[in-house]
């Protein structure tokens, strides 16, 4: 079946622009989270979805990054006002919901290479 | 909070040489422990994990990894290493209380296996 697949793969914004990047998880997978790698930091929680929800935000690093997520599937990750430091590969991942067989087994798509300019 | 130390930034070995890399973490609870791997220009793929009952987990391509809760460790082992497994590795870990699988990764070893 398919996996989970992310948009675009790559992306090449000015400094103070808005981007969009867009996940798409494994067909009811209702676990969804996103993740960070740079080179700086590593890699990083941002944030995760059950369903439509967000219970846990605390990765977000600062009110420029949001994110939703629309019928349980795809989700959003909105960065405002770009900076440099936004740089990095955004990575999305989804799971079978809690306490389903599997839940604590995520799959990762391939990512998404924000470059700020 | 939780955090995992990767303590090899860099390991190059050669082809057929076994080789360990190491992580530990840090945590006062129950913890479920992952190694990822990454492939040169290619996702994260689970290699292996360990959630509960033996402490020894293995990988199909000949990967294991030994939960050790003493020294809070989950080194990644493999007797003899081939050209493709060149790679970086993360090593993560999730904590059981919250009910979901919050990852908190291990800043990564990249292995290089030369012939």
């Known amino acids: 079946g398919a996996g989970v697949s992310q948009s675009p793969s790559n992306k090449v914004t000015e400094k103070g622009k808005d981007v969009e990047l867009r996940c798409d998880p494994i067909?009811?997978?209702?676990?969804l989270y996103w993740y960070r790698q740079s080179l700086g930091q590593g890699l990083e929680f941002l944030i995760y979805?059950?369903?439509?929800?967000?219970?846990?935000k605390s990765g977000l690093p600062s009110d420029r990054f949001s994110a939703e997520r629309t019928g349980g599937s795809v989700s959003t990750l909105t960065i405002q006002r770009t900076q440099q430091e936004d740089s990095a590969v955004y990575l999305c991942?989804?799971?079978?919901?809690?306490?389903?067989?599997?839940?604590?087994?995520?799959?990762f798509g391939p990512g998404t290479r924000l470059t700020v300019t | 909070a939780q955090s995992v130390t990767q303590l090899d930034s860099q390991v190059p070995v050669f082809e057929e040489a076994p080789v360990e890399l190491r992580c530990n973490y840090s945590?006062?609870?129950?913890?479920?422990l992952f190694w990822y791997v990454q492939y040169p220009n290619q996702g994260l793929q689970l290699l292996l994990k360990?959630?509960?009952?033996?402490?020894l987990v293995e990988s199909i391509n000949g990967f294991e990894a030994e939960f050790n809760k003493s020294q809070t460790s989950f080194h990644l082992r493999k007797p003899s290493v081939h050209i493709s497994d060149t790679a970086e590795y993360f090593c993560?870990?999730?904590?059981?209380?919250?009910?979901?699988?919050?990852?908190?990764f291990g800043a990564g070893t990249r292995l290089a296996v030369h012939p």
């Open positions: 991942a989804s799971a079978p919901g809690p306490g389903l067989a599997g839940s604590y087994e995520q799959y």
């Open positions: 067909s009811g997978h209702t676990a």
């Open positions: 979805f059950q369903g439509n929800s967000a219970p846990d």
């Open positions: 945590s006062s609870v129950s913890v479920y």
């Open positions: 360990y959630l509960s009952g033996s402490t």
């Open positions: 993560a870990v999730s904590d059981r209380v919250g009910g979901y699988n919050k990852l908190i």
